[in-house]
Each structure stands twice: as C-alpha cells, then as structure tokens.
C-alpha cells in the first residue's frame, strides 16, 4: 500500500522559510515523478512543484519560482520542499503526490497533507 | 501558461446524471484527469487519460475529451457524490507544468 506522509508545516512569519518533508512507502520511490500540491483556504488546488525520479529535471510554478526548492533523497524515500521568503498568500496545506507513470502525467497517490500558515 | 476552466458549481438531483465540464485551448489534444475531493480529505483520482478509470472508482463515473472541452460524468448520482471536482492536464508548452482547473462544487439536490 503506498504511503505518503509530509511533515514540517507550522506556522511561520511573512519573509521566513520553512522545510517540508514527505516520507514515502509501499512502492520504488526512486522510479516515479513526485510532486507538491497546495491548496489555500477554501481555495482549489494549485500545483506547486514536480521533480523527476533521478532529481535531474525540476518544476515550478510561476508563483513559486526562485523562492522554493523541491529535491529529493531517494536512498531515504523521502521528498523535500525548502520554501523561502515565504507570504500571507503561501498559507496552504501542502500535499505530497506521487504520479503513476515514470513521467509526469497525473497524480494517483496523494499524502494528507501538512499544513502551511505565514502570519505575524 | 495553459488555463482550465470550470463551472463553479453543478447541482443535480439523486438519480440523474451530472456533467462537469474543463474548458481549454484545444484541450482535446492533451490528456485529462478528473479528481474527486470531500471536505477535509485529500483529492482522489476518478478519472484519468481521459477515460480510464482506476481500480475502486463506480462504472458511473465516465470521461470524454474533444475539441475545447472535456467532461467528467457522473450518471445515477448518489448522495455520497457531493464533492468538489478538479480538471488536471500536464502542459508542455513553455517551462512545463501541471495545471488544474479552479474546481467545481458537486451538490446533491
């Protein structure tokens, strides 16, 4: 059974940085495409990052271009976002997803989610 | 980048069918994926390719994709469909991203 288990969210302040976590199990976490998705407060979902099985390619939305970064370790199975500079408007629960297919496509396994709030 | 757009809600009565509709610039060249989330849980995938149906997923939840516009439908609608409902392409055009509609409200009547 897949697993996908994100941690390090909390709360934070406007310009701070925070490290997300998603510790992944029940499949070859070293062969899929993995990514993060948010989602605001009642709000939809907005996809914010994808990486590669290898590492070699990275993906980022506009919204989030040069002040996250995804990588990933795949001899612990493990799935990173480091966010910096972080905003009011950053304030999300981030999902951790894992796509079926060895290149991007969709996301058939999603974590629960950690929760994300920037505020003084 | 690539835009999907969907009606912010559908109402339908239990029994019948509903459609929920993703419009996008020649959508019909790319693959669709259709998401179900509940309150409070994370999304799961109903639809993908845009007809494939994963393991688990009820008959009644179907696909189509042509032209502007791609539908998910779901027929004999239960009450345990209420759900918001997400559109996702994988888009290929500039740096590459996935892209996900703003999300329809499925309400049960």
């Known amino acids: 059974e897949v697993q996908l288990l994100e941690s390090g969210g909390g709360l934070v302040q406007p310009g701070g940085s925070l490290r997300l976590s998603c510790e992944a199990s029940?499949?070859?976490?070293?062969?899929?495409?993995m990514s993060w998705v948010r989602q605001a407060p009642g709000k939809g979902l907005e996809w914010v990052s994808g990486?590669?099985?290898?590492?070699?390619?990275?993906y980022y939305a506009d919204s989030v271009k040069g002040r996250f970064t995804i990588s990933r370790d795949n001899s612990k199975n493990t799935l990173f976002l480091q966010m910096h500079n972080l905003r009011a408007e950053d304030t999300a629960i981030y999902f951790c997803?894992?796509?079926?297919?060895?290149?991007?496509?969709?996301?058939?396994?999603w974590g629960q989610g950690t929760l994300v709030t920037v505020s003084s | 980048s690539y835009v999907l757009t969907q009606p912010p809600s559908v109402s339908v009565a239990p029994g019948k069918t509903a459609w929920i509709s993703c419009g996008g610039s020649?959508?019909?060249?790319?693959?669709v994926h259709w998401y179900q989330q509940r309150p409070g849980q994370a999304p799961v995938l109903v639809i993908y390719?845009?007809?494939d149906r994963p393991s688990g997923i009820p008959e009644r939840f179907s696909g189509s994709n042509s032209g502007n516009t791609a539908n998910l439908t779901i027929s004999r609608v239960e009450a345990g469909d209420e759900a918001d409902y997400y559109c996702?392409?994988?888009?290929?055009?500039?740096?590459?991203?996935?892209?996900f509609g703003g999300g329809t409200k499925l309400t049960v009547l």
């Open positions: 029940g499949f070859t976490f070293s062969s899929y495409v």
């Open positions: 997803a894992k796509s079926r297919d060895l290149v991007p496509s969709f996301f058939q396994d």
């Open positions: 990486i590669v099985s290898g590492g070699g390619a990275t």
């Open positions: 390719y845009d007809t």
């Open positions: 996702q392409v994988w888009d290929t055009s500039g740096d590459h991203s996935w892209v």
């Open positions: 020649n959508i019909g060249t790319k693959s």
